[in-house]
């Protein structure tokens, strides 16, 4: 129910723009989060907009760097990712979190739908 897309391969200083669309149910009633897993590394929270009040929260990595929005008529969030590091290298999941707000959207566990992740790659 949530497809991610637009990894790839980029240099160091690149740019890249994540997208998660939703299907099968509308998503305006969740929280999205994005997260993510390097080799042989837990999933790390990366950003995520709650429910209701639609703030945006982000992993102090990639602050400045990522941004995070949504587009609820096309039931599909987005994740524009500039001045990559090599460190951003990782596979990348969105999830959705039923009513999710800033006590949860940081929690992996708190999450209800996951996509099957997109993988990014960093060159230095």
């Known amino acids: 129910q949530l497809q991610a897309s637009g990894g790839g391969l980029v240099q160091a200083g690149g740019s890249l723009r994540l997208s998660c669309a939703a299907s099968?149910?509308?998503?305006?009633?969740?929280?999205m989060g994005w997260f993510r897993q390097a080799p042989g590394e837990g999933r790390d929270f990366v950003a995520a907009?709650?429910?209701?009040?639609?703030?945006?929260y982000y992993a102090d990595s990639v602050k400045g760097r990522f941004t995070m929005t949504r587009d609820n008529a096309k039931n599909t969030v987005y994740l524009q990712m500039n001045s990559l590091k090599p460190e951003d290298t990782a596979v990348y999941y969105c999830a959705a979190d039923y009513r999710g707000t800033i006590a949860t959207i940081q929690t992996l566990w708190e999450y209800d739908y996951w996509g099957q992740g997109t993988q990014v790659t960093v060159s230095s």
């Open positions: 099968g149910r509308s998503f305006s009633s969740y929280a």
């Open positions: 907009i709650s429910w209701g009040d639609g703030g945006t």
